[in-house]
């Protein structure tokens, strides 16, 4: 990462702490913001034009601030990189404050792994005991593998639980083999 996406999410992640704003809800705003500016060439244009005035570009900002629903703290955020023709580096530094949130608010990231896909009660028990796993909150990501067979597994860092019936019936062939 750059210096320069390091330094706008660190001076972002110490307003939304020190405001105690909602930080889930930030994010959402942030990404909402991103997807929006990913989707559309025109508005890319328009706020990264250094020929186009900077009350026309925050006119713009402010009209997709509104139907976002984005916070102040957010829309001056987003204003400040665009006054500061740092649009370009929104992708990074978006994964910085991302980091630097979970940091602060002691999240971490966890991926599951499964033969199927889950339904929302079995995610919720899941995310449940990959909470107590982890001894606090989780962000989860979810991806499928059929040769997973059946069960789950767990990366929480570079941890790996692996509960998998593949590794099960690997472990009762070791066994079998060694015995």
Do not use: C, W
């Amino acid at each position: 990462m750059s210096v320069v996406a390091l330094r706008y999410a660190h001076a972002f992640a110490d307003v939304t702490k020190s405001r105690q704003l909602d930080i889930p809800a930030i994010e959402q705003q942030l990404n909402d913001f991103k997807d929006t500016l990913a989707g559309s060439q025109d508005l890319r244009e328009v706020l990264m034009d250094p020929s186009i005035a900077r009350t026309q570009k925050l006119k713009v900002l402010d009209a997709i601030a509104k139907r976002l629903g984005m916070a102040s703290e957010t829309r001056n955020f987003l204003a400040v990189i665009i006054d500061h023709q740092r649009l370009s580096d929104l992708g990074d530094i978006l994964t910085e404050y991302h980091r630097i949130a979970d940091e602060q608010s002691g999240t971490v990231e966890a991926e599951i792994t499964s033969a199927r896909n889950l339904s929302p009660a079995d995610k919720a028990e899941l995310e449940s005991q990959v909470e107590r796993l982890a001894g606090g909150r989780v962000r989860t990501t979810y991806r499928q593998d059929a040769a997973l067979l059946g069960g789950a597994v767990v990366r929480i860092g570079s941890t790996v639980y692996d509960g998998s019936i593949r590794a099960q019936l690997q472990q009762l062939k070791q066994r079998l083999v060694s015995a």
